[in-house]
């Protein structure tokens, strides 16, 4: 029985390499890169993650048995090793588990967020953006959608549940052709460069505004917004294990970290600092500009923060009222969101971004306004 135990062991000293180099690539300088990355989880690094899981499980349970069960061992450290080893083979169960369980959160910022990415962000065609695949259409109004996350349908499983796509059903395909520009994560001097960029010059332009657009521009002028860093709260091992693990990571997101008041106090200090809003409406004149040099019709939305409606659209004013300056038409949307139970707003309670609801209300809007002379 001590040689199994024995083969046994030296089975785990070999998988515990497997162990680093799956766990911490980094450590070696190995990086490992796939379609998605690193947005979405990769399912054939979980595929090799769950097999080692499970030939541990085996060794494991096989030292149990030759050293605990069939010895018949007694004794103190026979009873502890008889309580750990269920508990340990239970944890590695969860791990393997929690591999598997897509949640979305804001941003890509936890695993089971990269797990629900790799499930449900697709379409992404060759220019990177969750749509269709870019192709000329002779005899259609071209509609371009430009925005960020809550453009780009960030949360929503069906992307025919996205703002976009039900305002191309209100409109018809015979007649138009709408594609989305939206990125998680772009500010709106990026917004204009992919705007410039993009092979179809649009008849019409909708612009998808959120608060955080400034945030960028806000930190390139020295504001700072502390705490605010994914994983910023944890230090030592406990970091590393969060930061690696599938189930310590999916309990951390779901407790409660950096507060909403310390975003929002960032936001209307950027809004009502002259040199970061200046600097911003500047970002915003490219898009109007190329709104000019084409002569596309221009509409713009202002999401809110959802659970701060009114005071989130008094930070945005000066935007707002910079855009009408423009000849850009702003679709309103706050009266409609305000009858919206708050729950119904948001796609979870680990991600704000904007339900299928809201999606629907941002469509019927846009499709009204654009029905007008």
């Known amino acids: ?14 998988l515990g390499l497997i162990f680093i180099f799956l766990f911490y690539p980094d450590k070696f300088h190995i990086k490992f890169d796939y379609p998605g990355f690193p947005q979405s989880d990769s399912w054939y690094i979980r595929l090799a993650k769950f097999a080692f899981w499970f030939l541990l499980i085996i060794e494991i349970l096989r030292i149990f048995y030759y050293g605990v069960v069939k010895s018949k061992a007694k004794g103190l450290v026979a009873n502890v090793v008889t309580i750990i080893i269920p508990l340990i083979v239970t944890l590695i169960f969860l791990e393997i588990i929690f591999m598997y369980i897509p949640q979305s959160h804001e941003g890509v910022l936890s695993k089971a967020s990269q797990i629900w990415w790799e499930k449900y962000w697709n379409p992404v065609n060759a220019l990177g953006y969750h749509d269709k695949e870019v192709a000329k259409e002779p005899g259609k109004k071209q509609v371009l959608v430009i ?14 549940e996205r703002f976009s796509n039900i305002l191309g059903a209100k409109l018809g395909t015979d007649q138009y052709s709408i594609y989305n520009l939206g990125m998680s994560g772009a500010d709106t001097r990026d917004e204009a460069k992919r705007l410039q960029e993009f092979p179809i010059k649009p008849d019409i332009i909708i612009l998808e505004y959120f608060p955080n657009d400034i945030e960028k521009v806000g930190r390139e002028k020295g504001l700072t917004l502390s705490g605010a860093e994914p994983y910023a709260d944890l230090k030592g091992p406990m970091a590393t294990i969060v930061k690696r693990f599938y189930l310590p990571n999916f309990i951390y997101w779901q407790l409660p970290h950096t507060g909403f008041s310390t975003f929002e106090k960032f936001v209307q200090t950027a809004y009502t600092d002259t040199t970061v809003l200046n600097s911003h409406l500047r970002d915003l004149s490219k898009m109007t500009a190329y709104k000019d040099s084409t002569g596309a019709k221009m509409y713009a939305v202002f999401i809110p923060f959802l659970f701060q409606v009114d005071k989130s659209a008094g930070y945005t004013k000066p935007v707002e009222d910079f855009l009408k300056s423009k000849g850009v038409t702003v679709v309103g949307i706050n009266d409609g969101i305000v009858k919206i139970p708050e729950k119904e707003r948001v796609v979870g309670k680990n991600d704000g971004h904007g339900s299928a609801t809201l999606n629907g209300l941002i469509a019927d ?6 029905q007008k002379p």
Not at 2 to 14: C, H
């Open 1 to 14: 029985m001590a040689s199994k135990i024995v083969t046994s062991l030296v089975r785990i000293f070999f």
């Open 147 to 160: 925005g960020d996350s809550f453009a780009a349908g960030h949360g929503l499983k069906d992307v025919n």
């Open 365 to 370: 809007r846009l499709y009204e306004a654009m």
